[in-house]
């Protein structure tokens, strides 16, 4: 008998250790959860002019942007405190919390950036706002045609496509330049290897050429490229009513990637 018994006893422990569902070693198995939302979240889009944007919709970009004031005609000088302007696309989400940051380079293609600072704003939908960007005195003591360059970071930004823009101009008016002209510009190679650079002029009516048009680089080499134009003799203007047109060119490295661009602009007077 005390044999059935210890039996007995094995086997109750055994059904307890193994089959009860209240056994301490048995973990409950986890149900998998996962939340589907019928339309994805809307999200903001702060924004700039994007030359790199333009190029990426098919359309020819221009580097005298509707986005960023940098210059006074007559005499051609700097402002002292270049303004942005930042807008968020998104009809219906604000952008908390953008960052803006700001940096100038010498006017070319290519030349070397300056960082100068960041701004941090906020954008209700659809709202515009003006950021202003104080020159250094080094800068506004130099060339008074220089590069600005922006750059808009936002952690939920639905477009990256529109955030990076620039403003690399020069202004002039033919009573003073002349009309037939050879305007001198840098070009420099931005990488610390050698490459092929090309140039070339957007579409115009001014008969713009660049030269040299490919021209191969050292690390970091920067040479003198020219355009040359002239106005036509059915084009003329007069002080206080200038007919204007804007000459761009850009730089492309050896992957047909854009290097940068500038704008030359003219205001036919005469």
Request: hydrophobic share 40%.
């Amino acid at each position: 008998m005390e044999i059935i018994k210890n039996m007995f006893t094995d086997t109750v422990q055994r059904q307890y250790l193994v089959g009860s569902p209240c056994h301490p070693l048995r973990r409950p198995r986890s149900r998998a959860c996962c939340v589907q939302v019928k339309d994805p979240p809307r999200r903001p889009d702060p924004a700039i002019y994007s030359q790199e944007g333009q190029l990426a919709a098919g359309q020819e970009p221009n580097w005298n942007s509707p986005d960023i004031t940098t210059n006074h005609w007559s005499p051609w000088r700097l402002y002292e405190e270049p303004e942005v302007k930042v807008r968020n696309l998104s009809p219906s989400v604000s952008a908390v919390n953008v960052l803006v940051h700001f940096a100038v380079s010498p006017f070319g293609i290519g030349t070397q950036q300056t960082p100068l600072g960041a701004q941090i704003t906020t954008l209700a939908a659809g709202q515009e706002v003006v950021l202003k960007y104080p020159l250094p005195q080094a800068v506004l003591g130099g060339e008074p045609r220089i590069g600005t360059h922006v750059v808009i970071e936002h952690s939920a930004d639905a477009n990256l496509a529109n955030n990076r823009g620039g403003q690399t101009i020069d202004g002039l008016f033919t009573s003073e330049a002349g009309r037939d002209l050879q305007l001198n510009f840098p070009v420099r190679n931005p990488l610390a290897s050698p490459q092929q650079i090309t140039l070339s002029v957007v579409a115009n009516d001014l008969g713009a050429a660049v030269a040299p048009a490919v021209s191969g680089f050292a690390a970091f080499q920067q040479i003198d490229a020219t355009l040359s134009l002239s106005v036509p003799n059915n084009l003329h203007g007069a002080p206080g009513a200038d007919l204007r047109r804007e000459i761009t060119v850009m730089g492309w490295d050896q992957g047909n990637h854009l290097i940068g661009g500038l704008t030359f602009i003219l205001r036919i007077d005469d």
